[in-house]
């Protein structure tokens, strides 16, 4: 019989549920204690979880629990503490969500930290596991756009929230290849007071060591996906070869054109479809180490440092070489640099969301 793992989810906000609710629906999960910092909160989401061993103190429930999996899902701003909080519980795998950290330092520590631990961790950039998603990769693995010489990613989303997601399937689309050099350009200052602090529009070229081109954007200035009527799911990813393209929505299925014509199917980002292979895995991972988890903290890693290698490049200009060394916190230096101007839009669609934009 499978080993059951047991899992300590910290954080009830909505990732938190939908990370708890997973573990605990999937038998090789034993959700075995959840905590956040609101006791009202925590008593509700006890009641819909089936009442596990709770807390608000995550680092105290978890040295109680002894998890396998040590999972958090908490805004940004709180990484480094919890990746801490994780190693001391003895846990042999950290689940969390995207972006890895609020600074190319504080990335560089985590993956100090975990390593030194000998501590697995991945990350939740789980849209890979949509069927769209996954009949794009299938495609351009199988070689019928030939050679991949351009993979590309857009969304109207801001960074903080969608960039490193975009990256990550990017890579996927581009074998998994490093970035070599980037350069980026930002504009508009209105979400950098935002829990997910993002200039309102930034653009990248990144050189992939294979010879690829990445070309991404996110924000208001990105271009609209009309196919998609749920503003946050106007996301397109593809990728450009010799004998044709492929390309995702996430809202909105995928399409190809190969040598055999044009084909297109369905597909929707889905918490309910994306999150139970996307738990699975990790138990597969724990099960074999051979069994990498494709959201792997490597991975994410990689596409994080492409991220603020970008947001470097904004605030330096001209070309940024990889891989970057610790340095001045890129969103507080953003901050300093980026002009109070307005954004202009790309799409009208976007216009509540970035309120303070150009008329
Ligand atoms: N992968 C995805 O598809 C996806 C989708 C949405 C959000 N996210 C990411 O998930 C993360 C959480 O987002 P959310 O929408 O669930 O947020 P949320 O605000 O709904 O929930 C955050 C939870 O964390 C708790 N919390 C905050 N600081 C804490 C701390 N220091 N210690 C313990 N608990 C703490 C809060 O009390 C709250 O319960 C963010 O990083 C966000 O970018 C990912």
């Known amino acids: 019989m499978s080993k059951v793992y047991k899992v300590v989810v910290v954080g009830m906000g909505k990732r938190g549920k939908h990370h708890a609710a997973a573990f605990k629906n999937s038998p090789r999960f034993e959700l075995a204690g959840i905590s956040t910092r609101d006791p009202a909160k925590l008593e509700a989401a006890a009641a819909e979880l089936g009442n596990p061993r709770r807390s608000t103190d995550p680092l105290?429930?978890?040295?109680?629990?002894?998890?396998?999996?040590?999972?958090?899902?908490?805004?940004?701003?709180?990484?480094?503490?919890?990746i801490k909080a994780g190693i001391e519980s003895g846990a042999e795998l950290i689940a969390y969500e995207k972006p890895v950290a609020l600074s190319m330092t504080e990335a560089?520590?985590?993956?100090?930290?975990?390593?030194?631990?000998?501590?697995?961790?991945?990350?939740s950039h789980q849209h890979r596991y949509g069927q769209h998603y996954q009949k794009v990769a299938e495609i351009i693995q199988s070689g019928a756009i030939g050679r991949v010489h351009t993979v590309y990613g857009h969304s109207v989303g801001w960074m903080l929230h969608l960039f490193t997601h975009l990256v990550d399937y990017m890579r996927w689309y581009n074998g998994n290849a490093d970035a070599e050099w980037v350069m980026g350009q930002a504009a508009g200052r209105g979400k950098l007071a935002d829990?997910?602090?993002?200039?309102?529009?930034?653009a990248g070229v990144i050189h992939f060591a294979n010879g690829v081109r990445g070309q991404i954007e996110t924000g208001a200035g990105a271009p609209d996906v009309p196919e998609v009527d749920y503003w946050w799911r106007k996301n397109r990813i593809g990728a450009q070869g010799s004998q044709g393209f492929a390309e995702v929505l996430t809202?909105?299925?995928w399409r190809a054109v190969?040598?055999?014509?044009?084909?297109?199917?369905?597909?929707?980002?889905?918490?309910?479809?994306?999150?139970?292979?996307?738990?699975?895995?990790?138990?597969?991972?724990?099960?074999?180490?051979?069994t990498i988890h494709p959201c792997n903290g490597e991975s994410a890693?990689?596409?994080?440092?492409?991220?603020?290698?970008?947001?470097?490049?904004?605030?330096?200009?001209?070309?940024?070489?990889?891989?970057l060394g610790p340095g001045e916190p890129e969103l507080e230096a953003l901050s300093r640099v980026l002009p109070d101007r307005p954004v202009l839009l790309s799409t009208e669609a976007s216009?509540?969301?970035?309120?303070?934009?150009a008329s």
């Open 351 to 357: 216009r509540k969301e970035y309120p303070g934009s």
């Open 60 to 82: 105290a429930l978890a040295k109680e629990v002894r998890p396998d999996i040590f999972c958090f899902c908490t805004p940004p701003t709180a990484r480094l503490a919890l």
């Open 258 to 290: 190969t040598k055999d014509g044009v084909q297109s199917g369905e597909g929707c980002m889905s918490y309910d479809l994306d999150m139970p292979p996307y738990v699975e895995d990790m138990a597969r991972w724990l099960d074999d180490d051979v």
């Open 251 to 253: 809202g909105g299925g």
């Open 301 to 323: 890693h990689k596409g994080f440092e492409i991220t603020m290698a970008i947001l470097r490049s904004v605030v330096e200009r001209g070309q940024i070489r990889l891989p």
């Open 195 to 202: 829990n997910h602090s993002s200039p309102d529009y930034i």
């Open 108 to 123: 560089i520590e985590i993956r100090k930290a975990v390593q030194a631990a000998g501590v697995k961790t991945v990350v």
